[in-house]
């Protein structure tokens, strides 16, 4: 089995609760960070970690924190971004039903490190019966003397709250979360000011995932430098990846970074191989927004190296052969997924999500998600697929937040790689109605 | 404003959770309750069968002292909020990519012919809605729906079967849409 940082001890029975989970060495780090440390001195073991966003984005968690402006007499503030929602992505759910102890002992560690008095968990609404965990676990956290006034007599003090979303994927976008939670819609906002200069109610502010948070603790008791020991070159650490779409053991797991994509698909270990003993078609590998890989581009890369569970792998030969660790929500399509209905789908998906500030992608959304509709019921042109590629590039890059990108990426990689089966909904549009992808199926026979 | 916003019947909060939203307002600082708004929507819509009315919004800002149109605003923006009525269980499929290729759309369109309804309609009886939404974040346990705060996970055929004959013989409490 591999090694375990954040789910050690996710399965020891009612861990949920505070007196099994500290019976379990829980809360140690923020013992060690408020006796021993200065605020500072956790930023460098942060930044020493190596520890990337796990969120999506990949960027430094050490280098976000040393951003956050400290003006005199302002408030500062920490934002858990707990609006999971990136299609593919459950991992975050499963810490935080299981063990949600260890996101409110990350959540003290790493506001104490910032100097935030007042910090938030903004988690998406549908996942309500976790709010009451969280709130059970924080209520407990305030009984024992790890929240409020004065916490372990160090004159530190820290209130922790949950503010529950409404349905929203923008909102897991942090300058949209931050206007939610300010009561607002979900809007992004123009950078800059970022957040770690004008955030919430225009104070800085640090968001982070409830991954990142969490991976806080055994920074913080093991030192960085034992947490850059695992992992390969700058994917340091472990991460959660939620496992799903037609493989045998769908679910959660935790990987050292650097474990071969090919190990991870078919060792019993993970996901067991590929359901009803189907071929391997595509894989999204990191949620809904990162480029899909055909099959001949995921245990390998177009190099001939072994493809690794790890950002710079996962990103060897850019977006033209590869792809985004992202979120950590992989995707796996059998031989009889349809990838222009999943395009469509996911298409839907960005055109319902997005908050409409851009014409871009307010607009552009909806384009795609027609033309592939036509295209997938037989109805298109083959003109119309460069007519997709078009505009999912003109999106890119043309809107406030990154969610029109995400939205243009997964269309233009389908494309790309893609295109003969694009061209066959055209040129067969009855075969197309019978939900019949046979070209897609002898394709992977030759190639394989 | 949603074009199917209705004004339904005049809506005033419980004592208690009036008192709740006043305590959610001090979780945030000074001046800034307007925060409470989207728990403060929850709330409402379980004490309004599961839906905003404007009567309903119009109270939420009362409540937390801030004009109606940032209450309306708000609600229209975020899917969880049902701005016309709903029936007392709604179903809520996961229809996204994950949930679709293991059969999510198969078990929808099941459901839809069993209830002789479609989507974001409500059978005769006022029993049941069917709402299709984007990711829950059960995507390994797919295909799946939400009713109310629980999560129905593994669908088949059978569940759905077994879960219509539930309701129908009140073994589920209705008020489905409640979240805490």
Known sequence: MGRKLLLEHAHIEGIATYEVYRKHGGYRSVEKALKTMTP???????????????????????????????????????????????????KDRYLMEKIPHLLIEGMITSSYALGANTSYIYIRGEYSWIVKILEK??????????????????????????????????????????????????????????????????????????????????????????????????????????????????????????????????????????KNGKKLKALVAGGSSVPILPHFLINKTANGEARLMSYESLADGGFATGTMLGSGGFIVYDEDQCIVRNTWNFTRFYHHESCGQCSPCREGTGWMEKVLWRLENGQGKISDIDLLADVAKKIEGNTICPLG?????????????????????????????ERNYGLVRDMIGEIA | MHAATQNGTPFKFSEAALDEVKGLMKKYPE??????????????????????????????????????????????????????????????????????????????????????????????????TIKEVECLGACGYAPMMQVGQYYHEHLTEAKIDQFIDDCKAGKIEKGSWKMS
């Open chain 1, 40 to 90: 500072d001195e956790v930023v460098e073991e942060v930044k020493k970690s190596g520890l990337r966003g796990r969120g999506g984005a990949g960027f430094p968690t050490g280098m976000k924190w040393s951003f956050l402006a400290k003006p005199e007499g302002v408030p500062r503030y920490l934002l858990c971004n707990a609006d999971e929602s990136e299609p593919g992505t459950f």
């Open chain 1, 137 to 274: 676990a924080i209520a407990e956290a305030y009984s024992a003397g790890w929240l409020g006034k004065n916490i372990l007599g160090k004159g530190y003090d820290l209130d922790l709250y949950v503010n529950p979303g409404a349905g929203a994927y923008i909102c897991g976008e942090e300058t949209a979360l931050i206007e939610s939670l300010e009561g607002k819609r979900g809007n992004p906002r123009v950078k800059p000011p970022f957040p770690a200069v004008k955030g919430l109610w225009q104070s800085p502010t640090v968001v982070n995932n409830v991954e990142t948070i969490t991976a806080v603790v055994p920074i913080v008791n093991d030192g960085g430098e034992e947490y850059a020991k695992i992992g390969i070159g700058k994917s340091t650490g472990t991460k959660l990846i939620s496992a799903c779409g037609n493989i045998n053991k769908p679910g959660v797991y935790e990987i050292d970074l650097g474990l071969p994509v090919e190990e991870f698909i078919y060792s019993d270990e993970w996901c067991g191989g590929i």
């Open chain 1, 405 to 433: 990108d995400a939205a243009a990426w997964p269309v233009s990689a389908a494309i790309r790689h893609f295109r003969e089966e694009f061209e066959w909904h055209v040129k067969e549009p009855k075969l197309c109605m």
């Open chain 2, 31 to 128: 001046g800034r309750g307007k925060s409470a708004i989207l728990r403060a929507l929850h709330i409402a819509q379980e004490e309004n069968q599961g839906w905003l009315s404007v009567s309903a919004m119009d109270q939420v800002a009362e409540a937390l002292g801030i004009t109606p149109i940032e209450v309306y605003e708000v609600a229209s923006f975020y899917s969880m909020y049902n701005l016309e009525p709903v029936g007392a269980y709604v179903l809520e499929f996961c229809h996204t990519g994950p949930c679709a290729a293991e059969g999510a759309e198969h078990i929808i369109e099941y459901t839809k012919l069993k209830l002789g309804i479609g989507k974001n309609q409500t059978t005769a009886d006022g029993l049941f």
